[in-house]
């Protein structure tokens, strides 16, 4: 285990290209977030937000700089490679949940164990402890549709931790909750981060969340600054 920052962006550039132009939405950013910190993103609708996290989760790879995680460079890395990191050391929760509909809250939290190569027991222990952490045991065998939103959210949570990832990635992870809801899974979400030490990065326009994270960047014409 690396003693460096848990993530790394060093001077990340990434570009679109749109019929005969070039949208440059990421221009220099740079970025060390080390284990226990939570750094809040902000900057308006468009700046690229989203797009930072996905190249930040290796779910994009930047047209030049590097991303490095728990100390590996990772441009260097095969496709295979970077898909394992971001299994084992990654955990993505976003503003809609993603949970797949056809299995039930518990099942959504086995999956991506069992795809990691836990034996299906394990992961349906380690499923129950997190059901059970985030309030919903009652709740485990119900599908998505049978779930509120928040209630959603919170299995959306334990998913993002059921691999014990050192760096959580959250994209408006209380966006789409009504006021109430949203203070409540903030709580638990900022609780399961600093209990478990994780890194993490969450963009959010939420001032409340914002105001409760270590340190706030803006991400400001494709460069990240203090906020």
Known sequence: MSDGPVLALD????????????????????LT????????????SGAGKSTLLHVAGLLEMP?????????????VLSD???????????????????????????????LPQMIAGKSRRAARERARDL?????????????????????????????ALANEPRLLLADEPTGNLDAHTAAEVL???????????????IA???VDLASRLDRV??????VLVAA
């Open 217 to 222: 960047v803006r991400l400001e014409d494709g």
């Open 63 to 75: 047209d030049s700089g590097d991303v490095g995680i728990c100390g590996r460079a990772c441009g």
């Open 80 to 110: 295979a490679a970077r898909t394992a990191i971001r299994r084992t050391e990654i955990g993505f929760v976003y503003q809609f949940h993603h949970l797949l509909p056809e299995f039930s809250a518990e099942e959504n939290v086995i």
């Open 33 to 44: 977030v080390p284990a226990g910190e939570l750094i809040g993103l902000v900057g308006p």
């Open 131 to 159: 059901i059970a952490a985030v309030g919903l045991s009652e709740r485990a065998s119900h599908r998505p549709a049978r779930l509120s939103g928040g209630e959603q959210q919170r299995v959306a949570i334990a998913r």
């Open 204 to 206: 959010t326009h939420n």
């Open 187 to 201: 709580d638990l979400f900022l609780s399961f981060v600093r209990d478990n030490g994780l890194a993490a990065l």
């Open 11 to 30: 001077h990340v550039v990434r570009t679109y290209k749109q019929a005969d132009a070039s949208l440059e939405v990421i221009r220099d950013a740079t």
